[in-house]
């Protein structure tokens, strides 16, 4: 016997949390996710932002809304994420 379903790994999909930005498009959000990085040259802390475009199906956020995005297949061109809480 082959115990092949118990070796399969599965893969842990890329989350990020972060502040509504925009809910103006259809069925998508943009996300603002900042983190507190250390400047390898100057060693000073600095927060850096990054914004996510995230498929929200039926517009459920608002402007100001916490939300959690999960990496996933590439929807379009900029929207590789999708809202999960």
Do not use: W
């Not at 100057?42 to 199906?57: G, N, S, V």
């Not at 608002?62 to 809202?83: L, M, Y």
């Amino acid at each position: 016997m082959t115990t092949t379903a118990t070796t399969e790994k599965v893969a842990k999909r890329q989350t990020f949390s972060g502040v509504v930005s925009s809910d103006k498009m259809k069925d998508t959000c943009a996300v603002v996710v900042e983190r507190y990085v250390k400047h390898t040259k100057y060693h000073k802390f600095m927060t850096k932002r990054t914004k996510i475009l995230a498929h929200d199906p039926g517009n459920t956020k608002k402007i100001g809304d916490k939300a959690t995005v999960e990496a996933c297949r590439p929807i379009s061109k900029r929207k590789a994420f999708k809202v999960i809480a």
